[in-house]
């Protein structure tokens, strides 16, 4: 019997696998972490040694209160100056005060500090710093969101993060970044557990505006339960995954296919679904997904290996198409088509 459901499913593959590939982007069409139409320009003019379009980029997002842009925007300019960091001295040395470019600076030390062998070390060099631009943010909560991912690597204490988590919400309630790090917080790989997180993210999910990526915070605690070994409250509940996977499926529904703006969402659903054998979920999200495949989480490393997040996106597309090829019949019943014993049948 396996030798036969073996058989069945290959020719099941076979049949319906070209069919379903039809329906998302090619191979060779997908991108990694594509800049939106706004971005990409400061990211071209970077390149060629110019601040000019990063400094009205972020003056722009800073002046109009775009607080869910700019935190984009800081992140992966700081991402950019990593490795070519030209442009950023030129800004910093051309407008030594400027808070972008000055939050910029920190984006990316604070990254690297992350990065180091002795990081809570570094961290905490970093600290005066960190402060002082938060300071001078009296409205703009991306800096917070900075100081938050800063105190969890540095070791903070409960008290601590508390009192940078009041003012990260006094300046924006709903900002989806300072959630996210507030989660990674609670959660049971840094100084949470499991419960903890989940109970957060689903409360931040039932309080989220209409559209707002936070409503699908729980998706991210169910991604971080799968990963790690279970916490001291045990493993994470099933059901508790299936409701944040029904949470974000019904977010993602809300956009266009192919928009970029719930891309890392939707990317992190498609992951999740594919954990849990949900096939036909799993292909209707990566069709939703459509180009935009983003490092987060494909690129997140195993153990201490670090794989391609484009080669890993392809490879889990491929599998869900594979697996749900391989489990629909070979005549389907559906309109326009005839079962045994109808006209044509055999």
Known sequence: MCFLRALVGTARSARHA?????????DDAVLLDAPDERLSPALVAA???DPEPAAKLLATTRDAGEWEDRDRYVTRLATFAYSRGDWLTRWLAAAPGDPDALLVTAQLAVRRAWESPARAERLRELAPLVREIAGQAPHDPVPWRL???HARGAHAGHAVFESLWEQAVRRSPHHYGCHVAALKYLSAQWYGSHRAAFDFAEQAADDATPGSLVGALPIRAAYAGLRVAPGPDGAVPAARVDRAVLRALALSAEFPAGDPWPAEVRNLLAYVLVERARWPEAWEEFGRIGPYATSFPWGAARGSVREDPLLLFLAARDRARGELARRTPLHGTGPG???RGGP???
């Open 337 to 339: 088509r005839t079962g």
């Open 147 to 149: 100081a938050l991912d």
């Open 47 to 49: 390149a060629l040694g």
């Open 18 to 26: 070209p069919r379903l590939a039809a329906a998302v982007v090619p």
């Open 344 to 346: 044509g049948g055999h």
